[in-house]
């Protein structure tokens, strides 16, 4: 019993089952769309290279929301306004490519992962490239660790009698 004095009977599939269904149908549905979006759409204000980032299907297969990114990012806007605008027309196509009883709508979203994931790296690419303008040696030492670290790692611990002779004797005892 639940708090509200009714009881519900447990899904004769469960929910492992719907949501395996919700992926297959997602996994499908990309590759439809993928291949809806590819052979282009007549509005023209679709434009630039759209890449499908990510699809998940509710599990009861109402909606999918169909996360893109789009190329070049002057044309964002205005192509995320076209696809919403021609969801259903997108829709239509996709259902006539695959065989499925019940045809999620389409909810399309701008992923920015992407465009905050390229800032994060020219950040990192920008901070390593000044420092090592501040401190040129830095980058030669780490370079050396990195040998020594190579040329300990056959198991002995640098101190006397350590040799690359001996780590041929050693091999496979990593």
């Known amino acids: 019993m639940s708090d509200h004095g009714f009881h519900m009977p447990p899904s004769p599939f469960g929910d492992k089952s719907s949501s395996h269904r919700a992926e297959q149908l997602a996994s499908t549905l990309r590759k439809e769309l993928d291949r809806v979006l590819a052979r282009g759409l007549a509005d023209p204000r679709v434009k630039g290279m759209i890449t499908i980032t990510g699809l998940t ?7 999918a929301d169909v996360s893109v990114s789009i190329v070049p990012e002057d044309a964002q806007e205005l192509t995320m306004h076209g696809l919403r605008s021609a969801a259903g027309h997108i829709r239509n196509q996709v259902k006539k490519r695959i065989a499925t009883k019940v045809m999620p709508r389409l909810e399309f979203a701008l992923d920015t992962g992407l465009k905050h994931q390229r800032t994060v790296y020219e950040l990192i690419a920008k901070a390593s490239g000044e420092l090592a303008e501040t401190d040129p040696e830095r980058e ?14 056959d198991g002995s611990h640098g101190g006397e009698g350590s040799s690359d002779d001996d780590s041929s004797s050693k091999k496979g005892t990593w």
């Open 57 to 63: 299907v509710s599990d009861d297969f109402k909606t």
């Open 140 to 153: 030669t030492e780490a370079g050396e660790d990195a040998n020594d670290s190579a040329a300990n790692h």
